[in-house]
Nanobody
Framework: QVQLVESGGGLVQPGGSLRLSCAAS????????MAWYRQAPGKERQLVAS???????DYADSVQGRFTVSRDNAKNMAYLQMNNLKPEDTAVYYC???????????????WGQGTLVTVSS
């Protein structure tokens, strides 16, 4: 089992920065890829950024160049550094871990409770 707890959300002005943190419990975090998703009001949840267990990152086009995902496996932590925030970045941000449990590809998903980011002047 993995428990994920996000923190760091809040209200920020356009152009500002925030750093989200995801604290993971359990021993499987370091061996699995993780990702950040977000869900804006009235919209579907979307992938923001992902990072493999060894640190290879990928980003949605909408945040490329502004957001940076990182992880510290020794501390069971993941981070999302968000710079040059825009009003359209307003959403609840979720931490996500996909734990593959078989060679056939079966997996278990874990989600945090989310943290709200509001970008507004």
């Amino acid at each position: 089992q993995v428990q994920l707890v996000e923190s760091g959300g809040g209200l920020v002005q356009p152009g500002g920065s925030l750093r989200l943190s995801c604290a993971a419990s359990g021993r499987i975090f370091s061996r699995n890829p993780m990702a950040w998703y977000r869900q804006a009001p009235g919209k579907e949840r979307q992938l923001v950024a992902s990072i493999t267990s060894v640190g290879a990152a990928d980003y949605a086009d909408s945040v490329q160049g502004r957001f940076t995902v990182s992880r510290d496996n020794a501390k069971n932590m993941a981070y999302l550094q968000m710079n040059n925030l825009k009003p359209e970045d307003t959403a609840v941000y979720y931490c996500y871990v996909k734990h593959v449990i078989s060679v056939e590809g079966a997996y278990v998903e874990f989600w945090g409770q989310g943290t709200l980011v509001t970008v507004s002047s």
